[in-house]
């Protein structure tokens, strides 16, 4: 079976701090992603890596930036932590660009203070 | 840029009621794609359809892709407790961007 591991499940982080959200995937997946969900908003694509040290900027990557540097894993940096960047954060991963379903990490629910 | 419309945003039923969720997008779609999450938990696969018109099921659960592949629909016969949770569509258009666009779900909520 497909594994995302996300590398925390909770975490609480203080206004303007810096911020890294860690996402590995055991199944040699070319793409990976990095979503936030809010209540009524669904999922919102951050941004998208289709290989390693390649990126593009999903609907809303304000505030945040990413890293690749191996395959199989994508890291969610938020440069400095605001309390509206309170949210869970999913980290996917496909196989190829299209019609491959997305398996998702267990999330993390950050809290900004 | 795409735009997937889902509705209803949140559907209560009694336990043995049929349910039905609407996935929309303003462009022709190359594929679509259902998940489900359960609360507390995260996003899992349910289906993908590709063909105009396709109907799929999976045991209770009924999924429909509309013939001019821009809308889609997941229906679920006599739901059970166990089919609480949010569902989600995921489109992909046939121009542009391959990443698919989630729709914002639709949450179910069963009453036994």
């Known amino acids: 079976d497909v594994k995302v591991t996300q590398s925390s499940r909770y975490l609480v982080k203080r206004t303007g701090e810096k911020v890294f959200l860690e996402c590995v995937q055991d199944?040699?997946?070319?793409?990976m992603f990095w979503y936030r969900q809010d209540p009524g908003l669904g999922l919102r694509l951050i941004y998208f890596s289709y290989d390693v040290k390649m990126k593009e900027k999903g609907d809303i990557p304000e505030g945040y930036s990413v890293s690749r540097e191996k395959k199989e894993r994508f890291s969610l940096i938020l440069e400095s932590a605001s309390t509206n960047q309170t949210s869970m954060y999913l980290c996917?991963?496909?196989?190829?660009?299209?019609?491959?379903?997305?398996?998702f990490g267990q999330g993390t629910r950050l809290t900004v203070v | 840029g795409q735009q997937v419309m889902q509705i209803p945003q949140y559907q209560h039923v009694q336990e043995g009621e049929d349910f039905t969720t609407y996935c929309n997008s303003s462009?022709?779609?190359?594929?679509i794609q259902w998940y489900k999450q359960r609360p507390g938990g995260h996003p899992v696969f349910l289906i993908q359809?590709?063909?105009?018109?396709e109907v799929k099921k999976q045991k209770r659960l009924t999924f429909q892709f509309g013939e001019a592949k821009k809308n889609s629909s997941l229906h679920i016969t006599a739901t059970q407790t166990t089919d609480v949770g949010t569902y989600f569509c995921a489109a992909t258009s046939s121009g542009g961007s391959y990443i698919p666009t989630f729709g914002r779900g639709t949450s179910l909520i069963v009453h036994p």
């Open positions: 359809l590709v063909k105009s018109g």
């Open positions: 996917a991963s496909s196989l190829y660009s299209r019609d491959t379903e997305a398996f």
């Open positions: 199944m040699d997946h070319e793409n």
């Open positions: 462009t022709t779609l190359s594929n």
